[in-house]
């Protein structure tokens, strides 16, 4: 259950955190689709408790109150049409699947259901002291037993190997695939066991024959949060899904805010801590990390944050890239501005998948998709450039001007730079490069550019 299920010629995934279902089918058809996008993660499509008393903060879609499909995000009518829109346009939908525990605030949810924690009791499942782990916090990440059948942050802990708690998580899953889902982003996956969710992912039915070829498994990656340090670890999840590496997102943050050279990237990949390319999903900051206190880069600090996704994008180690877009926030738990008008000036929207930067990293990935890396060039110091194959050319600098005559393995032309400009009407509103007869271009790229990036594929070609 690894298999992306993307379209071909497609190969990114962007999490397109609290948008509703209405914007993200627009989006889907108007900018992602075109753009080459390969697939959207969804927050969490299920009722969950409304905490009123804090202001409706980001994270009450994490506290489960049935698996009915009524949000703020939209219900079942609204998440069922983009699902199906969003298909139609190119674009797989993963969802966000939270099944670890249920709510641990009581009171009524976003569908209109009640529960009462205290008596763990979910009727809109329903769900009864019976289908839980007896209580118990989190509170030693060295105790397997611990993390896995305690309460993550006082959430009510489903116990997993019973036949009826995976009979109603199947159920959920299947809801959703019947709908056109390509896959799931498996929440706190670290803190269920691994035989139970190999159980439970082999029982969901295949795709939907009306999006998927026949027999299609969905993708499963799970959030397994392993920095080296704990007991539990990534590959006990990899023989059924991929996980989520959050290795990836630490280790690049680390070379673009300079605390560790750029030359030294000649050797990305597991040598860094990484697991296989083929059973991650990387990315550089998530929902939670792009809280914590700037341990990752965001959007915050716009241009080595950008340096990084379009490392991301141009490197062929991972095989499935994950993109961040949210929105502004000073105050952690802040949920989500209003959202008529998303992305326009002042919405509150940061729409970082639209940053020209970005979005057109994700069409060279797709440009040099199944080409391996070649004539890697660096200054010895903070400046590196790299080919993918005859399809692309990509080159960063974090310090000094990059101003050389470079090999490359692309067709002699005049290419666009897709960092700085677009191709309109036949000619390039950025920096053009010509690549001669020999393969060689004039690489100009100045530490006073706004991006510290150029990037030029056979797609952008003059
Ligand atoms: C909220 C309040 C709490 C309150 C709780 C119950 O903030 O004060 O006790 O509700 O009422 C999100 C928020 C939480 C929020 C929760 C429920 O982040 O603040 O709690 O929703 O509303 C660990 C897990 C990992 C988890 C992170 C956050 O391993 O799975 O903690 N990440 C996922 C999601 C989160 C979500 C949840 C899980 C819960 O992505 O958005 O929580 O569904 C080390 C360990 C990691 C550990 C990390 C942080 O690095 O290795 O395993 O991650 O520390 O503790
Ligand atoms: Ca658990």
Redesign the pocket.
Known sequence: QKNSNFQPGRNSIVQMFEWNWGNLAKECETFLGPKGFAGIQISPPNENVV?GDEGR?W?????PLSYQLTTRSGDEGALADMIKRCNNAGVRVYADV?F??M???GGSGTGGNNCDPSKKSYPAVPYGPDDFHPDCMINN?QDVNN?RNCQ????PDLDQSKQYVRDKIVGYLNHLVDLGIAGFRV?????MWPADLSAIYGSVKNLNSAYFPGGSRPLFYQ?V???G??PIKKGEYTGFGRVLDFVHGGQLTNVFRGQNQLKNLQSWGTSWGLASGSDTVVFID???TQRDNGRVLTYKEAKQYKMANAFMLAHPYAEIPKLFSGYYFNDN?QGPPGQDNICAEGSGWVCEHRWRQIANMVGFRNAVSGTDMTNWWTDGYQQIAFGRGNKGFVAFSLSGDIKADLQTSLPPGTYCDVITGDISNNSCTGKTVTVRGDGKATIHLSSGEPDGILAIHVSAKL
């Open positions: 905490v903060p994270w009450e879609r994490y506290q939270v670890n525990h709510a641990a605030k990440y993390v993550l942050v006082g959430l929440d706190a996956a670290k803190h959030e949060i392993d920095y340090t704990e998530n929902h939670d738990k």
